[in-house]
């Protein structure tokens, strides 16, 4: 039981380098969720007679502009979600 302090200090560190890699992930996850609703919200509002893959399409390039456009705002702190 000698070095008891030494492992728990390591498991310590260890845990809290995690939680915070693991941060990035979780903020970069919230974006990308917002971005997704902000996509469905416009192809929501589109006509009906456009094909599966027509509206499709144009989800995902509202999905690509929200994320583009959140690129340089903070998202983590002072991490913008391109650096996450």
Do not use: P
């Amino acid at each position: 039981m000698q070095g008891k302090g030494l492992i728990t200090t390591v498991f310590v560190l260890l845990v809290l380098a995690c939680v915070y890699q693991l941060s990035f992930t979780w903020a970069a996850k919230r974006v990308e969720a917002k971005a997704a609703n902000h996509a469905e919200e416009v192809v929501a509002g589109l006509s009906s007679d456009l094909s599966f893959s027509q509206i499709e399409q144009r989800r995902i390039a509202a999905e690509q502009e929200y994320l583009e456009a959140r690129s340089d705002k903070k998202a983590l702190l002072w991490y913008t979600y391109q650096d996450c």
